[in-house]
């Protein structure tokens, strides 16, 4: 699926002609060879996002074209990847800044934009199959979905405040009409991302404690605000 190479701090997943679909930094669709996730440092903050990712990707002698760049706060050292039929995955997992949703809201506001913090999970889920829009779309909430299970079991949270997918599919590929979780490529998916999570999390982690609530984390939300819920028409 991808060739994969990691240098200063940055991981390359390449594949050539390459349809992507990122919900991160610069995202939307794109067609190019390759896609990066690229560690940042602690305080990152930087003015021009442009320059930044321009001159990460030169320091470590890669060449972007117009594919999707992610930022982590977790070293590439963390970075998994997971196979399975025509679906691979590859995930960092850092959970420093929590984003909780619970059911039992306790009122509230919706907040300001935070500034930018050095946590994150992104997941990268490529097949080898030819996806129309919709189903590369629909890729894209599989995984999600599967990321939210994996952190649920693992931290009890559903994510961060800062969680991106890349979703990526072969034009040239036997065609696919569909992603869903029923079909071979959704469930592929499914499996590579909750085994990626899982074993970047544990590679980060090991026996070290994470937060085990947002007031433990060093960053993070609870999302306590309601809102009004009504009968469409009505």
Avoid: I
Wanted: glycine letters at 10%.
């Amino acid at each position: 699926m991808f060739n994969t190479e990691t240098r200063e701090g940055v991981l390359a997943l390449e594949r050539e002609e390459t349809r992507w679909l990122s919900t991160g930094w610069d995202g939307g669709f794109a067609e190019g060879d390759r896609a990066f996730n690229v560690t940042v440092p602690e305080g990152w903050n930087p003015d021009d996002l442009d320059s930044y990712v321009a001159e990460r990707l030169a320091d470590a002698d890669f060449e972007r074209e117009s594919g999707p760049v992610l930022l982590t706060g977790v070293a590439q050292r963390h970075a998994r990847v997971a196979r399975c039929g025509p679906v691979e995955a590859a995930a960092t997992v850092g959970v420093s800044n929590p984003a909780a949703l619970p059911m039992d809201p306790a009122g509230g506001s919706l907040p300001d934009d935070p500034e930018p913090v050095a946590g994150t999970v992104n997941v990268f889920v490529g097949t080898t199959r030819a996806l129309d829009d919709a189903a590369l779309a629909n890729l894209v909430a599989v995984a999600a979905e599967a990321k939210t299970a994996t952190l649920l079991d693992a931290v009890g949270f559903p994510g961060t405040t800062t969680d991106a997918v890349v979703a990526a599919t072969d034009p040239a590929g036997e065609p696919a009409a569909f992603s869903g979780s029923a079909t071979r490529v959704g469930a592929a998916a499914r499996a590579c991302v909750r085994d990626a999570v899982r074993a970047s999390y544990a590679s980060r982690y090991g026996d070290d404690d994470t937060p085990e609530s947002v007031d433990d984390a060093r960053h993070g939300v609870r999302t306590d605000v309601e809102s009004d819920v009504f009968v469409p028409g009505e």
